[in-house]
């Protein structure tokens, strides 16, 4: 047994991940875990202890090393509740993946996740290791982290700030192996929980979203002040319930007020990423933990989602 016939045994596993060491009668070897999920990592490592042995080695000792992965944040926000920011988030979230990026999703609404019924994961809840969470997978592809499954359902968080920004660091700084882009569900406003994600963690850029009402937008601005004075990017600004077709008739109605986003967008020069209706079929199937970008005939989110990816890649 050679060094280097234990070296091309564990090649064959490793994809090039390790490097062989033998000395004596002991055999080192070097596995580069960056950006491989535990579970993968764990297995990584089994694999390669089973080639060494095979090709004759013993005593054999694996050291496991990491570099730590950059990550981009993009942070999705709204001035006040209601507007639809959550649907937003996930139908993001869901879009990019499809579209080929690692993706994953932070509910970082700590007062009120939605993100485990949008995205099918009620009742699942996540496991530790080392002291640091592991995301969820979810049906369409991307694993995703919320306070909504530490706590029993339905259970009110009576949290002060310290601990709220102490949740949100736990689902930022969990195990996201090698997801390159999370994309975070912020709770409305501008208050403890933005001011911590902001300084500590510093998004790539904020997707900002709004309804077209007056009052919406007098909220989007504080929101986007809040970004610009911290020095994060705004990705664009998004217009929600922008237009209502009725069923019956065909006929559209804009109970909310039309373009008052876009309007806003062009106001403030920040990019405007386009409208998402007010449609009940994008309703049931969110409450259904059904988002509407999983589907091939999605024509509402891939186009936001795909200028967002073009904008990270400017980045």
């Not at 933005?194 to 500590?200: A, G, P, S, W, Y």
């Not at 998402?276 to 994008?282: H, K, N, R, S």
């Amino acid at each position: 047994m050679s060094e280097q016939e234990v070296q091309t045994a564990v090649d064959a596993v490793a994809n090039g991940r390790a490097r062989v060491r033998v000395d004596g009668g002991r055999t080192g070897i070097v596995l580069d875990a960056t950006g491989l999920p535990a579970d993968e990592r764990d297995g990584l490592e089994q694999a390669v202890r089973r080639a060494a042995a095979a090709a004759g080695a013993a005593d054999i000792r694996v050291a496991v090393t990491a570099e730590r992965v950059r990550r981009r944040l993009i942070a999705v926000a709204s001035g006040k509740g209601g507007v639809g920011k959550s649907t937003l988030a996930a139908n993001l979230a869901v879009a990019l993946a499809r579209a080929g990026g690692r993706v994953g999703l932070v509910d970082a609404d700590i007062y009120g996740p939605s993100q485990p019924r949008l995205m099918a994961a009620e009742g699942v809840r996540p496991e530790a290791r080392d002291k640091q969470l592991l995301p969820v997978p979810t049906p369409f592809g991307l694993p995703m982290l919320s306070i909504g499954q530490l706590v029993e359902p339905g259970r009110a968080l009576a949290w002060r700030g310290p601990m709220a920004a102490g949740a949100l660091g736990q689902l930022v700084e969990a195990d996201w192996g090698a997801t390159e882009t999370l994309v975070l569900d912020l709770p409305p406003g501008t208050g403890d929980v933005q001011l911590t994600m902001v300084q500590k963690y510093k998004p790539a850029g904020a997707v900002i979203v709004s309804t077209p009402q007056d009052l919406a937008l007098i909220d989007a601005r504080r929101a986007i002040d809040l970004f610009a004075t911290a020095g994060v990017p705004i990705v664009g600004v998004v217009e929600n319930m922008a237009g209502y077709a009725c069923p019956h008739c065909g006929e559209v109605s804009d109970p909310f007020g039309h373009g008052g986003a876009e309007a806003e967008a062009t106001r403030l020069g920040v990019p405007f990423l386009g409208r998402v209706p007010l449609d009940i079929a994008i309703r049931t199937a969110s409450d259904a933990g059904k988002p509407p970008a999983a589907l091939d005939d999605d024509r509402v989110f891939a186009p936001i989602a795909a200028q967002v990816a073009d904008w990270l890649a400017t980045r």
